[in-house]
């Protein structure tokens, strides 16, 4: 992964240039502790050589107090620092969080279809906590350990040059061959983040699916899986970690070496009476003192490589760019039904296949229109179009003679009212559920809706009315009553097209009566689009469409479709016909008439079947 300077330089301008006074604040602490840690031994140095010399005591007790208030000055700063740089650590990281979550919850269906919110969760925090040492330190760490690996080397050179001479060519050993070890290792850290992300993705997939795997009794096998994933990552961390670690050690070993050469040249110096004791001292401590900065630097050598693997990915993250544009700047008119047209629409989610074909057809402002076909023939894949979950590829859709993409987002999703079949539902109360989560919606306005949808009654019946508490995934609402906080959620948006991706689950006698009354509620006075998977909410449609494998085979109006005997639609209510009244003969009870009244009390009854019997 090869990143540019400028990258690093941007990120480090972006997020550091809103908190510049704190910035500056930790400069000045850093420079601080610098001059707070080289003037400490100049100030031992002259309490030994005077202690040699035998000065008296009260000059010396004052030394000893200089020494004391240098060392607590430099706990001060250091406590200062750590407050400092922790704030501009998550001021930055916090800054870099907001704007990596708001641009993966713009990014299109198809990037979220192709990333797990496991992997996006890893980019988003880990990859995210590992920049905070980066914004807060990197650049003001490495600068103080070489001012401060400096101003040692310059100190020692006022006192002798062939010492600070052996020091120089020490500090640049040290840190090539430490340079060059932690380049060893960094391949390394890239595997194990990339492991570490897809254990991450594995586990939340299993976790959102983990009725299947329990009903299918796949628990041993997915545990399988998750130990080879943790195994292989583990195995990866040790790799990493004992490379690392060798890099260190043989650092280490450089500077062990260096020290015991800086005694060598001291004591010999000493012993031939060219520097005193406090000078031999002083050169032993700077030596020491290096220790500091030298590992500082070489940290941050470290840090950086492994913030390196992070800043390449939320780059590419914050890249990635979303294929479902907001640029439009027109609007929908705030009231009122919407017409819509397809225009030879056409649509794949791949290369390879082909989902719609050259579709085109037309609803006038308030009209119905059902919707169907065989299962994967494209239907939902209409309501996403017109949602803009996705763009269509070529052929235009339009709303109120406006063609979608110059409708601004927000608004389109407004006034375009999606129940579909998965409700999401969040831990919430049923009141945040129902407006997600926006406070202006005031109680007396909910329960109109609910009134308006017939739905109050079945509100008051939950235990705590609009504070009931729901589990995540729904947990405690039937498949039915999730459907029915579909439709209440919707309808408070009042949008001029409803469509219905209609569930093909069982519902009980109740609460299906209870969702036909809320549908006749939401329906009135709108465009809607049904896409139906029961015959019985095709009753409510003006226009007929069936879809067979992205093409339109029949278009037209109910009656008309209904009436031609050659028409699919009429094939497909005979043979639905055929299978109601054989129902009706078993359960002498549900026996109507009608047939279309009929099929609307034979609540379950799939398309599916009758389709695949005829078409
Ligand atoms: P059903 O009656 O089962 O709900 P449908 O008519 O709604 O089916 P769509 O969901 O629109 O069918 O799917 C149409 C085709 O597009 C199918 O072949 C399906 O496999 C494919 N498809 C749907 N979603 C995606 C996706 N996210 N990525 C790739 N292909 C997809
Ligand atoms: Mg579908």
Redesign the pocket.
Known sequence: MNIPVKAYLDLLYNYLKPQWPKVMGMAVLLFSSIALQLLNPQVIRQFIDRVQQGVPHPALLQMALWFLLIVLAQRGVAIATTYVSQQIAWNATNGLRRDLTRHVLKLD??FH?AHTPGELLERIDNDVDRLGNFFSEFLLQILSGLLLTLGVLLLLWREDGRMAGLLALFVIAYLVVHARGQQLATPHWEKERQYSADLMGFVEERLAGVRDIQTSGAVDYTLLRFYALVRRRTWQALKADVVTDVGWTISKIFYDLGTVAGMALGAYLFLRGQITLGTVYLVLNYLDSLNGPLTSIANQMEELQQARVAIGRVQTLLQTPTKVLDRGNTTLPTEGALGVRFEHVAFR??ED?G?LHDLSFALQPGQKLGLL??????????S?LLFRLYDVDSGAITLNDQEIRQVRLANLRQRVGLVT?EVQLFPASLRDNLTLFDATIRDAQIWENLRRLGLDGWVQTLSAGLDTLLAANGGGLSAGEAQLLALARVFLKNPGLVIL?EASSRLDAATERLLERALDSLLAGRTAII?A?RLATVRRADEILI?EA?KMQEFGSYQQLANDPNSRFAHLLRTANLTADLTANLHPENGASDPVTQLANHNHFSM?APQEATV
Do not use: C, E, F, P
């Open positions: 269906l198809s279809n989610y791949h296949a989902v076909g065989r299962t994967g023939s494209g239907k939902s894949t209409i996403r079949q991706d896409i998977h879809l992205g599916v």
